[in-house]
């Protein structure tokens, strides 16, 4: 089994349909599940660099060579490194038999080269988690009340509170309450609520989609 680790162009099978820029480069995405997760992985670690389909593994199943490429690769700004396989949980399902094989060979391959395989679903990406994303993102680069922060930061210590109705209970316009909810973004759970650990390669097709 062997990986390409060259700079390669979008697979054929689809086209790129966006860009993000990130604090750190600018990332490419094909479908709206993509976009939302280098969202979701940004607004988690600023720091983190997501590089899109960054490596193309060489593998044989069934006498024959084959060849799998990954969604993105990302290292985040605490040295751990993951492969990351975007699906929709439907097509896991549908697909799963073609699928296993080079899940397998991918798995290996990134425990060779000291990182970790994963997938993520729509059921970890899309949540609360992705909407605060969206509404905080804007305001990363945005000057800061440090009274009002404090604020928000208080009543997030003591009370079940989303960012929604902390925003509507902060003594601010809605726009400066925005803004001083923007350092909450740091108590963002880590990437294990948005992608799960490929299953093993024996388990029936269902537990390939239960992901948290």
């Given amino acids: 089994m062997e990986g390409d680790l060259?700079?390669?162009?979008l697979s054929r099978r689809s086209h790129v349909t966006g860009f993000q820029s990130l604090p750190t480069g600018v990332t490419e995405h094909e479908r709206a599940l993509e976009r939302d997760f280098v969202t979701l992985a940004s607004f988690m670690d600023a720091g983190a660099v997501i590089t899109a389909q960054p490596v193309t593994i060489r593998f044989e199943h069934e006498g024959r060579q084959r060849r799998y490429t990954p969604d993105f690769r990302v290292i985040w700004s605490d040295g751990r490194t993951d492969i990351v396989?975007?699906?929709?949980?439907?097509?896991?399902?549908a697909r799963w038999h073609r699928l296993r094989p080079?899940?397998?060979?991918?798995?290996?391959?990134?425990?060779?080269?000291g990182t970790r395989f994963r997938i993520a679903t729509e059921r970890g990406i899309?949540?609360?988690?992705?909407?605060?994303?969206?509404r905080l993102l804007p305001l990363r680069s945005a000057p800061v009340d440090a009274v009002l922060a404090e604020q928000a930061m208080r009543y997030a210590r003591v009370r079940s509170i989303n960012v929604g109705q902390l925003v509507d209970v902060l003594p601010?316009?809605?726009?400066?309450?925005?803004?001083?909810?923007?350092?909450l973004s740091r108590?963002?759970?880590?990437?294990?609520?948005?992608?799960?650990?490929?299953?093993?390669?024996?388990?029936?097709?269902?537990?390939?989609?239960g992901c948290a």
Avoid: M
């Fill in 6 to 9: 060259r700079r390669i162009p």
């Fill in 102 to 113: 080079a899940f397998a060979a991918a798995r290996g391959w990134a425990r060779s080269n």
């Fill in 187 to 209: 108590f963002c759970t880590p990437l294990g609520s948005i992608a799960c650990s490929l299953v093993c390669q024996t388990c029936p097709p269902r537990s390939a989609t």
């Fill in 85 to 93: 396989e975007i699906k929709y949980r439907a097509d896991l399902r």
């Fill in 172 to 183: 601010a316009p809605r726009e400066a309450s925005r803004h001083a909810c923007r350092p």
């Fill in 126 to 134: 899309r949540g609360p988690h992705l909407e605060a994303a969206k």
